[in-house]
């Protein structure tokens, strides 16, 4: 079992920045793949950004360009640099981790709103 503990959600204005953080812990060494998906109400849940063990990166195409998605190995942590940000942006944002079994983080708001 893999636990993930979110911060860096907040209200920012449109054009603004944030940076989420996603540390892990537990059985940190069955994890393949972390990444981020978003779920606004209404909607369904929609993957934003994922990096594997190997390094690769994929993205949603509604983030690229405005989103990147990091690791420090060292601190068991991702990260998600978003830029830019726009209203539509706006939505909980679940931290993930996959390998023998799927994990999520409790969620982080991110309001984008003037």
């Known amino acids: 079992q893999v636990q993930l503990v979110e911060s860096g959600g907040g209200l920012v204005q449109p054009g603004g920045f944030l940076r989420l953080s996603c540390a892990a812990s537990g059985s940190i060494s069955s994890i393949r793949v972390m990444g981020w998906h978003r779920q606004a109400p209404g909607k369904q849940r929609e993957l934003v950004a994922r990096i594997f063990s190997s390094g690769g990166t994929i993205y949603a195409d509604s983030v690229k360009g405005r989103f990147a998605i990091s690791r420090d190995n060292a601190k068991n942590t991702v990260y998600l640099q978003m830029n830019s940000l726009k209203p539509e942006d706006t939505a909980v944002y679940y931290c993930?981790?996959?390998?023998?079994?799927?994990?999520w983080g409790q969620g982080t708001q991110v309001t984008v709103s003037s």
């Open positions: 993930y981790a996959g390998g023998i079994r799927t994990d």
